[in-house]
């Protein structure tokens, strides 16, 4: 079945330092690719996302690039701010057409000044 | 973007009792939402996909008379714990897709609900 499978945390990097979180996943079809940020006490906000092979997905100084060949969606930010401190997940939608996601466990980044 | 609430945000019952948790899509209409939970430090598992007109889907390993899920409108779904116990202590989200080519695939989520059984 779909999973996905995220880098484990917690992750901690001084402010300005460059940030990898690793993803990889299993699909069947061509999922669309996801990654949602938590900021402590708030909701699941959408990051960025790409729908199909060697797509990038950017927002905020964040870049994951799609890779078929990987199975991966890694994100990767050059200089992390303490602003960036939250857990992120990366999800893959399902079948084609479908709406549910598979999210993996979260990583907790916490930047520190 | 669209808006998703959910009500409330934070509930304490005593076991035995049952809650009910509100997601609503604010300047949308949603046919489907989700309702995920979340286990302290871990990921969201989807829980059940409520249906607008229809009945629940749910995933397996959930139990569809603890959780009672009904789509009372096209932006309005309802999740009640029922006869809740400490186990069912949790963080629950719900989220709903907007309809729209360019945004397919994307949902938009709730605040949560914490839900603490005494």
């Known amino acids: ?113 | 973007g669209a808006v998703v609430s959910q009500h409330p945000s934070r509930v304490i019952c005593k076991s035995g009792t049952s809650v009910k948790i509100e997601c609503r899509s604010l300047d949308f209409q949603a046919t489907t939402m989700f309702w995920y939970r979340q286990f302290p430090k871990q990921s969201l598992m989807l829980m059940a996909t409520s249906n607008e007109g229809s009945k629940a889907t749910y995933e397996q390993g959930v139990e569809k008379d603890k959780f009672l899920i009904n789509h009372a409108s096209l932006t309005l779904s309802t999740l009640t714990v029922t006869s809740a116990h400490p186990e069912d202590s949790s963080f629950y989200i719900c989220s709903a897709p907007k309809a729209g080519l360019a945004e397919r695939n994307e949902q938009f989520f709730g605040p949560g609900t914490r839900l603490t059984v005494l």
């Open chain 1, 1 to 113: 079945g779909d999973s996905v499978t995220q880098m484990e945390g917690p992750v901690t990097l001084s402010e300005e330092a460059f940030l990898t979180i690793n993803c990889t996943y299993t699909a069947t079809g061509y999922p669309s690719l996801f990654w949602y940020v938590q900021y402590p006490g708030e909701g699941l906000q959408l990051l960025l996302k790409a729908t199909k092979a060697d797509d990038k997905g950017s927002n905020k100084g964040f870049e994951a690039t799609y890779r078929k060949e990987t199975t991966s969606f890694h994100l990767e930010k050059g200089s992390v701010q303490v602003s960036d401190s939250a857990v992120y997940f990366c999800a893959l939608s399902g079948r084609t057409g479908a709406n549910n996601l598979f999210f993996g466990t979260g990583t907790r980044l916490t930047v520190i000044p």
